[in-house]
């Protein structure tokens, strides 16, 4: 019967992983599927400490909104430095796609998040700013004619008031550059907004339509005949920046240039690459992306982008690469003050970012699977990651600080198992979606509603959800979020045990009978006699085998909840049956470690003999003799 359950639990959990190996699932969150990430570590003292800031999206186009129900995979979602979740954004925006998502410590002094919503076959999409609450301050919408939000940019100016983003508009415009006055043709004219951020209205308005003639472009030639509406993509602006003198930078992928464009004026001053650079210059770059100012004065102007290295031409460039250039504007020269290749050789065909980090260090995004690295000043690279799944990419990836408090409390999930009176075990997950600075987390349980809360545990914070298993049938359950200080961040909802349908089915014995909740002050005595159940420091070989057997629990009872989603409201007695058995033998070996950890814990305080390490066995209460061997072991 037990191997039958194991086999089981081993097909379903099979079934499961292979399908879904890329991606976290949460008993606490089980409506969210979290991209994992593939990271490697080359130097971390170098590192920045920070967050990643992403946005996966499996296609870029908006999908058509459907009623089939789907875990929530794409949107804005923060990591830390290893890869472990801290927030799962996208369950606020039902897996619409979003792009550009960063923090922004640059509007005031608390820190916000920012990123695009994209566009739906009914809504234009709209910039969206949230406070560290995670609650909606700023959606910033689309107030002229534009069809949509474009995607590219959504670009906050220091201060807060104002941000920057693109725009495509059709125009009719003029092919005098081709030497065929007579002639006008339909193009999407490229351009960039400047809005105010309380009122989402149009501040500031520039773009290419009398400014950048069709023959600059590589998606014209002079021998086609003008198009229709909408016209072709003859510019495809993808980035733009300001800087204090009030002029802007944008970047056009298909002139392969960077134009400087005045502020006042509204006319290009100078331009960067393509057929009509100002500069002279010893480098080329092509079909860039992110262009960003790094310093601007009246002479100099250094700044970043993401060159993609296009395959044409003369142009040729075999490597992807991110650009540091200055610029200077008395002699017009510009030269490249640090290159920094993709790690991996290849070329980022489309999209990525450049992102200069406080520390000099910097962090690229290079889109595709979400590859990203860490570089420091002199280039050497530090990290780099990728997610675990090739289904997914993410427009442009960032690092920033971030300090994260949710308005909602941890979300706490417990259940109970057990094959009879003396083995009952209860497993608490909690976790809390988006809430940085959580060191551990202190559990508490209460005898019936209006008991008091009786301390029953600690535990240290190693992952997005962390299981605790508490010995005995613990009702009335809550959690508290600790800070390394000891303050406690949150407090979650007092939550009731679940208790399974049927306990005779999971094989609890003898038949017919089911376990009472016990009173936690009874089971838990108030002098400290309760530990951690994993990491605790102690080095005995047991650890090991506690961790062990720790794992197998979490793995079972994830799979248990899996198979009671699964049952659902399905009759399917046998399969909990067997399921029942098998975490059964789990639950023992469980109970045991923590039977045994208690009365580690009570043996620790038993005084002994100074030098007497030698003590006669017969010396010991019964119960500590086995024991001590063990810790020994
Ligand atoms: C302008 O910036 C350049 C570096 O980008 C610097 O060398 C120069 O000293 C700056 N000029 C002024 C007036 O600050
Ligand atoms: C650079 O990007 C453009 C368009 O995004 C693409 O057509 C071109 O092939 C890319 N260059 C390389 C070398 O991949």
């Avoid at 023959?215 to 021998?223: A, D, G, L, M, R």
């Avoid at 400290?528 to 979490?554: F, H, M, R």
């Amino acid at each position: 019967m037990l191997l039958l359950g194991a086999l089981v639990l081993l097909f379903l959990h099979g079934s499961v992983a292979q399908r879904d190996s890329d991606l976290f699932s949460f008993v606490t969150l089980p409506e969210v599927r979290a991209l994992k990430f593939e990271i490697h570590h080359v130097d971390r003292d170098r590192q920045l400490p920070g967050y990643w800031f992403v946005a996966p999206y499996g296609q870029i186009d908006p999908e058509a909104s459907t009623h089939r129900y789907q875990q929530y995979q794409v949107g804005p979602y923060i990591y830390d430095n290893d890869g472990m979740l801290i927030w799962a954004g996208s369950p606020l925006y039902d897996n619409r796609n979003v792009f550009d998502f960063k923090a922004n410590w640059n509007m005031d002094d608390q820190p916000h998040l920012s990123f695009i919503l994209q566009h739906t076959d009914v809504e234009k999409g709209s910039g969206m700013i949230l406070n560290n609450n995670y609650e909606l301050e700023h959606e910033v919408g689309v107030t002229n004619d534009l069809g949509a939000f474009n995607m590219h940019e959504f670009n906050i100016l220091d201060g807060g008031k104002t941000a920057l983003a693109c725009s495509y508009r059709p125009s009719l415009v003029s092919f005098a550059s081709f030497g065929r006055p007579e002639e006008e043709g339909w193009v999407q004219a490229g351009g960039f907004v400047e809005i105010d951020i309380d009122s989402s209205e149009v501040l500031h308005e520039w773009d290419s339509h009398d400014e950048i003639p069709v023959f600059e472009s590589i998606k014209v030639q002079p021998w086609d005949s003008p198009s229709g509406e909408p016209g072709s993509d003859y510019v495809h602006i993808n980035a733009v920046d300001k800087n204090d003198a009030g002029d802007y930078i944008i970047s056009m992928r298909f002139t392969n240039t960077i134009y400087g464009i005045s502020g006042s004026e509204g006319k290009i001053m100078w331009r960067l690459g393509g057929l009509e650079s100002n500069f002279d210059m010893d480098f080329t770059f092509h079909k860039q992306h992110d262009v960003k100012f790094i310093s601007s004065n009246e002479t100099h102007h250094v700044i970043s982008l993401m060159n993609n290295a296009s395959d044409e031409g003369e142009a040729d460039e075999s490597i992807s690469a991110a650009l540091y250039i200055e610029l200077d504007m008395t002699t017009m020269t510009a030269r490249v003050i640090r290159r920094i290749e993709r790690p991996d050789g290849g070329l980022t065909r489309l999209r990525g970012n450049v992102q200069p980090l406080p520390n000099d260090n910097t962090f690229i995004g290079w889109s595709e699977w979400g590859y990203h690295s860490e570089h420091a000043p002199n280039g050497d690279l530090l990290m780099w990651a990728k997610f675990s799944s090739e289904r997914f990419s993410s427009y442009r990836s960032y690092k920033f600080d971030w300090i994260g408090r949710p308005n909602t409390t941890p979300d706490l999930v417990s259940s109970v198992y057990g094959t009879n009176r003396e083995d009952v075990l209860t497993i608490i997950h909690v976790s809390w979606n988006g809430a940085t600075d959580i060191a551990g987390w202190n559990f508490y349980a209460r005898a019936h509603e209006s008991g008091d809360n009786v301390f029953i545990g600690y535990t240290s914070k190693l992952d997005f959800e962390t299981m605790y298993l508490a010995d005995g049938f613990m009702d009335w359950v809550s959690v508290e979020a600790i800070d390394s200080e000891g303050n406690v961040l949150s407090t979650s909802d007092i939550q009731r045990t679940t208790i399974p349908e049927n306990w005779a089915a999971i094989g609890f014995e003898p038949e017919g009978s089911s376990p009472s909740p016990d009173d936690p002050s009874l089971l838990y005595l108030p002098d400290g006699e309760v530990e951690e159940p994993v990491d605790d420091g102690t080095s005995s070989s047991n650890l090991k085998s506690q961790d062990q057997i720790y794992a197998d629990t979490k793995e079972v009872a994830k799979s248990v909840y899996k198979v009671y989603a699964i049952l659902h409201g399905v009759e399917a007695f046998a399969i909990l049956v067997l399921v029942g058995s098998c975490v059964a033998g789990v639950v023992l070996g469980v109970r045991r470690i923590l039977r045994r950890r208690r009365q580690l814990s009570s043996y620790k305080n038993v005084p002994t003999e100074e030098g007497n390490e030698e003590v006669e066995e017969s010396n010991l209460p019964a119960e500590q003799i086995p024991l001590r061997r063990n810790s020994d072991g």
